[in-house]
């Protein structure tokens, strides 16, 4: 269980600088004050970058490409948007950096070992080899695939992240996470690969899809719930300063997600332990995505129902009071996320796609659930399956 009055401040450090070194990026753009939170994992540590207009910062993502090539991964939809700002940023100064880029399908949909195939084809006709880096340009599937690919290419190419959704930015794109879905589960197929930097360009999010934003921020919600107390009570008062894009606000939850990401991370980079807790509501989710369909719900609307499920256990089992459940609901309504699964689930359809869940372990599910008061969790086997039953009869329609 996670203690959030003992929690030690384990490897982010947040650092204030000034934007320097820049290139040329659409004039609108002003590249401002940036941050810097570290992700410790000794001789593999690496930097995570906060600011505004940081893809002006050529120099500063040009000194973590350590060889003389970059192959940049995006999708159609961010390409329009961020590709040539990035090939810029990459081909700037005197670099000699031969760059090349490859645009694959947008969509949970296409996060496949088939659409993956494009960028090992692009990497091997572009004769790119070990001294390569992958650049991912886009959000959690982007960032996701890249890492994969950069990971399994020539048995392990460097990869750097340029996270532009907040799932991404807060989330995906730190920790080294990578992989693609099959159908029987999501992200079944994958490897644990570190990005050399995670650039986050908090501009990004202008541009956003109001449903693309809000998605993001119920793994923020999540840090809040498992071991952050305070950064819960803040989203309480400050939930509409983030729908509106309030650039200071967006900067504080960026920032803060992304420390207690790196702490986590740094404590236990493999999952053996304490990470699987970054998977609140991940379990019911997941299988709401794959039985809905991959793209039919974005993967933040289905953790914040899966969440909201996951809540109402841990009260069933008399570990958190009902006022906590309340305001675990409350506050993912507040970000017009939803509540429950869609029309349709049923609880042998939960219990089938959790059955194959990544927390499964020697046969035994796993969950995480919230314990005690808010920001303390437990990941566990030992829960009352009737209580599970119930939770799940009563999210359930038609049951």
Not at 251 to 260: D, F, L
Not at 320 to 331: H, K, N, P, S, W
């Amino acid at each position: 269980m996670t203690d959030p009055r003992s929690r030690k401040r384990l490897s982010a450090r947040a650092v204030s600088m000034e934007a320097s070194q820049a290139v040329h990026a659409p004039p609108h753009v002003e590249a401002g004050p940036m941050e810097t939170v570290e992700v410790n994992l000794g001789t593999r540590t690496y930097p995570i970058y906060i600011g505004a207009g940081l893809l002006q910062k050529g120099a500063l993502l040009r000194q973590h490409i350590a060889g003389s090539s970059a192959l940049v991964v995006t999708n159609d939809t961010v390409a329009k948007e961020y590709l040539e700002p990035t090939l810029a940023a990459l081909r700037g100064g005197d670099s000699g950096i031969r760059v090349e880029h490859v645009v694959l399908p947008d969509g949970e949909q296409y996060k496949t070992v088939e659409v993956l195939q494009k960028v090992w084809d692009k990497a091997l006709q572009s004769r790119l080899d070990r001294n390569t880096t992958f650049v991912a340009l886009g959000g959690g599937v982007i960032g996701d695939m890249t890492g994969f690919a950069a990971a399994a290419y020539q048995r392990g190419v460097a990869f750097v992240q340029i996270p532009t959704t907040v799932m991404a930015q807060v989330d995906s794109s730190v920790g080294g996470k990578t992989g693609v879905n099959h159908p029987l589960g999501k992200n079944m197929i994958g490897a644990f690969h570190q990005p050399q930097c995670v650039l986050i360009d908090t501009k990004a999010l202008d541009t956003l899809p109001a449903r693309e934003l809000a998605s993001g921020i119920s793994e923020i919600i999540k840090y809040g719930l498992i071991r952050d107390a305070e950064l819960f009570e803040w989203l309480e008062a400050n939930m509409p300063r983030l729908l509106a894009r309030d650039p200071q606000a967006w900067t504080h939850a960026i920032r803060r997600s992304c420390e207690n990401k790196a702490e986590v991370v740094a404590a236990d980079e493999r999952e053996g332990g304490v990470r699987a807790t970054l998977n609140l509501g991940h379990t019911f989710g997941h299988a709401i995505e794959a039985a809905a369909g991959y793209g039919a719900w974005l993967h933040g609307e289905a953790v914040a129902a899966g969440t909201v499920m996951a809540a109402d256990l841990s009260r069933r089992l008399g570990w958190i009071d009902a006022a906590l459940e309340g305001r675990t609901t409350a506050l993912i309504a507040a970000a017009g996320l939803p509540t429950r699964p869609p029309k349709g689930m049923t609880p042998e359809v939960f219990m089938g796609f959790m059955g194959v869940d990544k927390k499964v372990v020697d046969g035994t599910l796993r969950l995480i659930l919230l314990k005690g008061p808010l920001g303390g969790c437990v990941i566990t086997s030992e829960f009352d399956a009737a209580e599970l039953r119930a939770t799940l009869e009563q999210f359930c329609d038609g049951v």
